[in-house]
């Protein structure tokens, strides 16, 4: 499977601060996304990273929050801006075509907590 | 859009029993489906996944079966070990990967 590294794996900030995650894969990849995933609950999508260009966002998420950026088929950074306490939360990236094969694989994520 | 339920929410079982937990989604134009295993403190990792033209799919331990009429599919894990104390989601897709929605996520304790 894809091994996917993501960086920082936790963090703690002060509210009005940014904070910008990085994921990468060890292979080329087709799709990259970031979920966000709060304490005990599900995922839920943010965006599509697309290389090149402008990431798809999902509703209830801006580019102005959370902006993304994929400069190639291996990495993508998601920034959380100007935090509050209700962006405390585990962000996780995930990738799709992974040499070849249409499986979503999930990074470790990072744990991020907003003071 | 999308909507996908689990159940049970919570589940606690001997080691050795077996487990099943139970996803329905609301789309019938959904077409994967996959489980993912989610360990404390780690992002969640695939276990085993079905595609629409299949029944039913096992591997070693674990199985999926998938009912397109009912539109449920369900996962079975057989002789389950403490290791297989985690949260597990079910997802469906329309794309094959993509455009997932996730089920809210069974906590399977295995007690010893």
């Known amino acids: 499977s894809a091994v996917i590294s993501q960086k920082p794996s936790r963090d703690i900030c002060q509210r009005g601060t940014s904070l910008t995650i990085q994921c990468q894969v060890d292979?080329?990849?087709?799709?990259m996304f970031w979920y966000r995933q709060q304490p005990g609950q599900s995922l839920t999508l943010i965006a599509t990273?697309?290389?090149?260009?402008?990431?798809?966002?999902e509703s209830g998420f801006v580019i102005d929050k959370f902006p993304i950026s994929r400069p190639n088929l291996t990495f993508s950074t998601l920034t959380v801006s100007n935090m509050s306490p209700e962006d405390s939360s585990i962000y996780l990236c995930?990738?799709?075509?992974?040499?070849?094969?249409?499986?979503?694989?999930f990074g470790p994520g990072t744990r991020l907590t907003v003071l | 859009g999308e909507n996908v339920e689990q159940h049970p929410s919570t589940l606690s079982v001997q080691e050795g029993d077996s487990a099943v937990i139970k996803c329905t989604y609301s789309?019938?134009?959904?077409?994967?489906f996959p489980w993912y295993k989610q360990e404390l403190g780690k992002g969640p990792q695939l276990i085993i996944d079905?595609?629409?033209?299949?029944g039913e799919k096992k591997d070693q331990r674990i199985a999926v079966t998938l009912n397109k009429t009912a539109k449920h599919f369900s996962l079975h894990i057989t002789e389950t070990q403490p290791e297989d104390s985690a949260v597990y989601f079910c997802?469906?897709?329309?794309?094959?990967?993509?455009?997932?929605?996730f089920g809210p996520g069974t906590r399977l304790s295995v007690l010893p």
């Open positions: 995930s990738v799709e075509g992974y040499k070849g094969t249409d499986t979503q694989y």
């Open positions: 292979s080329q990849v087709t799709m």
């Open positions: 990273a697309n290389q090149g260009s402008e990431a798809t966002y």
């Open positions: 789309d019938s134009a959904s077409n994967y």
């Open positions: 079905i595609r629409s033209n299949v």
């Open positions: 997802a469906a897709s329309k794309n094959y990967g993509q455009n997932f929605v």
